[in-house]
Structures are given as C-alpha cells and as structure tokens.
C-alpha cells in the first residue's frame, strides 16, 4: 500500500509540473541543434549536472525527480554544447525547447554552467538513442539519434574517432601559435600566382589556414573557434607542420628569396618524392594496412583494369557519317559522301588557345580533331577502372551512392609517342575526355584539373609498371598505410591491355609551357590551334 501511495504521488507530480512537456522539448531542442549544426556537437567540462538540476526544483519534489536514469542523461549528455563558427559562442542543445515553469529554474541553472563551461572534445556516436527513455512504467530523459549523425565508420570506433578530432585540436592549435599571419599570407600568396609545380594541389589546405589565423586571431572565443575549425575541417587540413605547407611556412619564416623557397617547393613536389613513400612498409605496416582493407572490404578493389573509351562520360566525340536511309531494293547502294571543309580552300591560321576557351568556343562545333604528335617525350597517360564492376570505392572521387572508379597514370618527366603506340604527325582524336576527378558532381579538386585528348589506336605497348594505385588518389581511410598499398601497387599489374582505347594525350592546369597543335574540322572548314595554357 505504502509503494502505491508512493507511485500515486509521483504521478501526480508529474500530471501538474509538465514533465511530459519538458521531455518533448528536450527532444526538439536535441532535433534543431543537430539539423542546424549538421550533427557538429561538443562535450564540455561541465560536471554533476544532474544534482544541480535537483537543487533547483522545489524541495518537496525532489525525491520524485532521484532517477539513476535521467541522471546518467543529464551528467553525459546534458553538458553537449554546438559552437557558432563566426563568433565562437556556445550553446547548450538540450535546454532549448519548451520549458515548463515548473522546470524553468533547475534548466536556466544548468543550461549556465554548460553555456560557460569548457569545450574539451568533439561528440561521436554510433548510438540511434541517447538515455533510455523507457524503463518500466517510467518514463525518463532520452534523444533520438538523427540517422545522419550516427557514426558508422568501420576503421576506427565513434571513441577512437573522437580522440583524433581532438588530435587535430592540439596540431591546429600548436600551428596557430607557430606560424605568423604575414607568413601565411606570402604563402597563399605564392601559391596562387601558379609559379610553384602543383602548388594548386596544396592551396585550397593553405587558404583553409590562412581562414582560421584570421578567424582567431584576438579573439575571446579563439578556443571554441578552433575545436569548431578542427572538427569540421577537411581530412588531414589541421595537420600543417607535417605536409607540404609548413615545409612551405618554415622557408618563409626562414627569410629565404623566393626563388629558393620555390626551388626546394618544386623539389619536394616532384611526383616521385610527394606523399610517395621512399622505403619499403614495415611489417606493422603490412598488418595494419591488412586489416584496414579488410574491414573495408577492398580486396576486390585492389584490382584494376584499362578503361574503354564506351565507359567514359566524353564531353567532345567527332561526328560520325550517318548511314544511307534509303531502302528496299536500292539498299545497299554506294552513295557520295559529304567532303568535309569543301567550302574552305585553305585551312584558317594558327590561333593560340587555352584549353578552357578552347573547351567552350570550338569543341561543340567540331566534327573532326587532329592532333599533332612530335618525336620528343610526351605527357601520353591512359585511364584505369576497377577490374571488378562491384569494388567498392577506393578512390578520394569515388562514393557508394556516385560512383567513379576511374583514374589515370602517365610518366614522369613523359613518354615517347612509339611506346604509345603512335607515330609523329598528325593523329585522330576519337574523344576529348576531362580527368576522372572532375567527372562527379562533387569535382576532387585537390588531383588538379585535366583532359585527355584520346587518340585512334593509342595503347601503352608495355602496359604500366605498376597497377597506379597512387597514395593521393586514395580514399583517407589508407593514408596510414599508404607505404604498404604503395608498395603493393609497385608489383602488381593493370589487366586488359589489349582492350585498352582509353589512351592519349593529357593535358593538365598544372602543366607548364603546353604546346598542343590541333587541327579542327568544323561544317565551313578546317582551322589549326594551338593550346598553351588551361586557363
């Protein structure tokens, strides 16, 4: 009888103080801040939460509110805080909502002390509920997950993923007090006047820092700013000192003339050297690298092919002769053909052209393109699949719901048109295909821009040396263990050689001093241009 008294006056709390109404409130509250902050939520230092809470409500009510369940809630999950990313302030996500008056003291009190306590990590979860919101015939404090926010990677636990958020804390927070603004800025500077070799591949990360400097700097909130810069930055972007821009920042601060600083750049950019590993992987490495594929499961995708010109999104293909529509007993019948720049009685001069104008004045016009092969060493490169239609993606520019499993491979320092395959002079181009990293709706722009004039009969007589399982072409998950694919990469082999027609002459934005001659057949005639810049 007594326990029934007990449940009674429990309940009838409840129905008076709107407890059901500060539950759905906390829920929408949780919703709102998740959908506005795009799952991007923060943990702070703010402790026993939950006995704050009880000190605010009224005395003779909080023996009903003593629940272990809403307590583990509140002390866990009460203290998560979102964070401008202009200003750095930080709010409470749980205490938001509707909340009644009943409630309206214990919440402001605990919504305070989350509000001015510390951001100490970044929120990972690969849970669908926070709490328990049913135990019993109690109901108690819990959130609904939404399904974009749950954590669902298979290398490392939603814990584990924290902790490397909090990494990138420390690394981007240590680069802010190392390196100056005025040094920054030369070298975002430097690298958008497009004098350093494939500085383009490393300034959208400088730009990024260069952002955060001036965001932080002398500001109250530079704390919040930086967990909020570190948590949403792209991978590998606050990790400064080790890649390519702090060697960069180092030479500056160094005071060394710009044309040394661009000399060692060029140096350390050159493919063989960047983000290519230069000894073979230690067995650790081996281990790691199998395991990761393994939870991954690309073992499939490990295997690559030469790709066919069918498979490629082309955006130029030359006009083909349509065939006779006469029928019945004529068929068959030879008839003339049309002669192509009749009207012309000699080709139009040269014009010297970048690539882009190129692209978007002459291609839609052109029924026929030549290329001029020279006997000097070239930048011919060939496309490369997934071996199997049903690898999963491997590639940076590869997702499971836009696939794009294609890449390309060419050769340092060129290749010589007769181990393509091609003979000097004139040569048919039977399509003009961009660089697979622009082909998505999502452009990887970190491989550079590219084309590829391909070439009737094109084929790397050789084939590759290796199967081009390039570490920059890889998906983050690998870059760990980029000695071991690497090394992996080295003695294996592309299949499907002899199918290969996916093969030409690429050009790309990063290619210095081009000199591409190309004849154009349009419906009036025949021009000659010659391309010396992308853009």
């Known amino acids: 009888m007594e326990n029934r008294l007990y449940i009674d006056s429990i309940e009838d709390i409840r129905e008076t103080d709107g407890y059901e109404t500060l539950l759905s409130g906390m829920r929408r509250s949780f919703a709102q801040a998740a959908e506005d902050e795009a799952g991007l939520l923060f943990i702070t230092d703010a402790a026993d939460l939950y006995a704050l809470f009880l000190e605010n409500l009224p005395r003779e009510a909080r023996q009903c509110y003593n629940c272990s369940a809403c307590r583990r809630f509140v002390n866990r999950y009460g203290r998560l805080v979102s964070v401008d990313g202009e200003s750095g302030k930080q709010t409470g996500i749980m205490w938001n909502g509707q909340i009644p008056e009943f409630f309206r003291q214990a919440v ?3 919504k305070a002390k989350v509000e001015t306590a510390r951001i100490t990590g970044v929120f990972i979860t690969d849970k669908r509920e926070l709490g328990s919101a049913q135990t019993g015939i109690w109901t108690h404090m819990a959130v609904n997950v939404p399904e974009r926010m749950v954590y669902r990677g298979r290398i490392r636990t939603a814990f584990q993923e924290a902790a490397r958020k909090e990494e990138d804390y420390k690394v981007l927070r240590s680069s802010i007090l190392k390196y100056q603004q005025k040094d920054v800025e030369t070298a975002v500077n430097l690298l958008r006047s497009d004098a350093f070799y494939r500085g383009e591949q490393i300034l959208r990360m400088a730009e990024w820092f260069l952002e955060t400097v001036k965001l932080v700097h002398g500001r109250t909130e530079e704390e919040n700013l930086l967990w909020h810069r570190a948590a949403s930055a792209p991978g590998g972007f606050c990790h400064i000192p080790a890649g390519m821009v702090g060697a960069l920042l180092d030479d500056i601060a160094e005071g060394y003339d710009v044309s040394v600083i661009r000399e060692r750049f060029n140096e350390k950019m050159h493919p063989l050297r960047y983000q290519r590993p230069q000894a073979a992987p230690a067995a650790g490495n081996v281990q790691q690298a199998e395991e990761i594929v393994a939870k991954l499961g690309l073992e499939k995708s490990l295997k690559r092919r030469y790709a066919r010109l069918e498979e490629t999104p082309a955006i130029w293909k030359p006009v083909r002769e349509k065939a006779s529509a006469v029928g019945g007993v004529f068929a068959g019948i030879p008839v003339k053909k049309k002669e192509r720049g009749a009207r012309s009685q000699a080709e139009a ?47 940076r520019w590869d997702w499971e719901e836009e696939r794009n499993p294609f890449s390309w491979y060419l050769y340092t320092n060129g290749s010589s048109c007769e181990r393509w395959n091609l003979s000097p002079g004139w040569n048919e181009v039977t399509a003009v295909v961009l660089q697979p990293n622009m082909w998505s709706s999502r452009p990887c722009g970190y491989a550079g821009s590219g084309a590829m004039f391909v070439l009737k009969g094109a084929r790397d007589r050789n084939g590759a040396p290796s199967a081009c399982l390039f570490p920059n072409f890889l ?9 071991t ?24 934005s990063s290619s210095k001093n081009l000199s591409v001659k190309l004849r154009v057949v349009t419906d009036v005639g025949a021009a000659l241009y010659k391309i010396d810049r992308w853009d």
């Open 108 to 110: 402001a009190a605990v």
């Open 485 to 508: 694919m690497e090394a992996y990469s080295n003695c294996t082999e592309i299949s499907g050689k002899e199918d290969a027609d996916a093969c030409g002459l690429l050009i790309q």
């Open 475 to 483: 998906r983050g998950e690998l870059r760990e263990v980029r000695a």
């Open 349 to 395: 001069p040269e014009t010297v052209i970048t690539f882009e104008k190129f692209r978007r004045t002459v291609l839609a016009g052109a029924e026929k393109i030549e290329l001029l092969v020279s006997s000097h060493n070239d930048s011919y490169a060939a496309l490369v699949t997934a071996a199997y239609f049903d690898a999963p993606p491997i590639l």
